[in-house]
C-alpha cells in the first residue's frame, strides 16, 4: 500500500499523510494547505 500511495500526486499523498499519520481533522488539513474543507472531502479523502 505504501508504494501505491507513493504513486500519488503530492497534493494528495500531503493529505493521506495529514489525515492517517498526523490525525489533523479535515478541518486543520484545510487550513494547513489552504483549501475549503469542502474541497478536500470530495477529492482528497
Same mark, same amino acid.
Given at each position: ?15 493521506? %499523510?495529514? #489525515? %492517517? %499519520?498526523?490525525?489533523?481533522? =479535515? ?5 494547513? =494547505? ?8 470530495? #477529492? %482528497?479523502?
Amino acid at each position: 500500500m505504501v508504494m501505491e500511495i507513493m504513486n500519488l500526486p503530492v497534493k494528495y499523498r500531503k493529505v493521506i %499523510y495529514f #489525515f %492517517y %499519520y498526523e490525525e489533523l481533522t =479535515i478541518k486543520d488539513i484545510a487550513n494547513v =494547505i489552504d483549501v475549503k474543507q469542502n474541497t478536500i472531502k470530495s #477529492f %482528497y479523502i
